[in-house]
């Protein structure tokens, strides 16, 4: 499935403030609300819609609204960081949460926690700002299609070419929406320029 990278100039001006190490929690969290709004409209270009008939207050007309049900699941803890534009544009949405933490040593994420809402007919969307070696999402998407998920999607905000290429080759179905692909890996498997931990940054921890 394509890559789709954001080409707004909004995107580049807030990414560049959120890889600034002096950008400050309080203000990492509004940026990475920003950016994960303008992934969450790109991701969801292609909903379905079906028809409904309403009145307007001076006629009948046949408008049309969303025909599935959409379903956000940020990959913890980072992943909260992405969360909160979903529920305030798509009202309706529903949430389930995948605990996944890297080892610092050798970066293979372990699973402590996995809270779904059904997924079988609905849009699922995983997000997790991070996408470094691809093991966390490639987990994640497993996940959600062993609950029953057949129409998958991951965002990112900031992807590394290994990772893009691990979920490629893992789950080829699934569209990837990233915020910005960046150069490689460093030897400790953080993302070069990269931000940093995202997590670390967005909580002050
Ligand atoms: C970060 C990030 C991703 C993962 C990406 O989480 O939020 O989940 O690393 O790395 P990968 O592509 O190599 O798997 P981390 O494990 O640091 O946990 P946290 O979100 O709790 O900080
Ligand atoms: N997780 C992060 O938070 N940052 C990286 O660069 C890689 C994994």
Do not use: W
């Not at 807030?14 to 920003?34: A, I, N």
């Not at 049309?64 to 909260?80: D, F, S, T, W, Y």
């Not at 309706?92 to 949460?97: A, E, K, L």
């Not at 070696?133 to 992807?159: D, H, N, P």
């Amino acid at each position: 499935m394509p890559l789709h990278v954001l080409q707004h100039p909004l995107a580049q001006h807030v990414l560049t403030h959120l890889r600034d190490k002096t950008t400050k929690p309080v203000l990492f969290r509004t940026l990475s609300y920003q950016i994960s709004l303008l992934l969450a409209l790109e991701a969801t270009r292609d909903l379905a819609t079906v028809e409904k008939e309403i009145e307007t207050p001076l006629e009948k007309m046949k408008g049309r609204v969303l025909a599935k049900p959409l379903v956000v699941v940020p990959i913890l803890r980072a992943g909260l960081g992405m969360l909160q534009p979903f529920p305030d544009v798509f009202p309706d949405v529903s949430v389930g949460y995948v605990g996944l933490e890297r080892d610092h040593q050798t970066a293979i994420a372990r699973s402590y926690y996995c809270k779904l809402p059904p997924l079988a007919g609905a849009r699922v969307l995983v997000v997790d700002p991070m996408l470094a070696t691809g093991g966390s999402a490639a987990q994640a998407l497993t996940l959600v299609k062993a609950q029953g998920a057949t129409e998958v999607g991951f965002i990112c905000i900031v992807a590394a070419p290994e990772g893009v290429d691990t979920v490629q080759q893992a789950h080829p179905e699934v569209p990837i929406h990233a915020g910005v692909v960046d150069r490689t890996l460093n030897d400790r498997k953080y993302i070069l320029p990269g931000l940093g931990d995202f997590g670390d940054r967005l909580y002050g921890t």
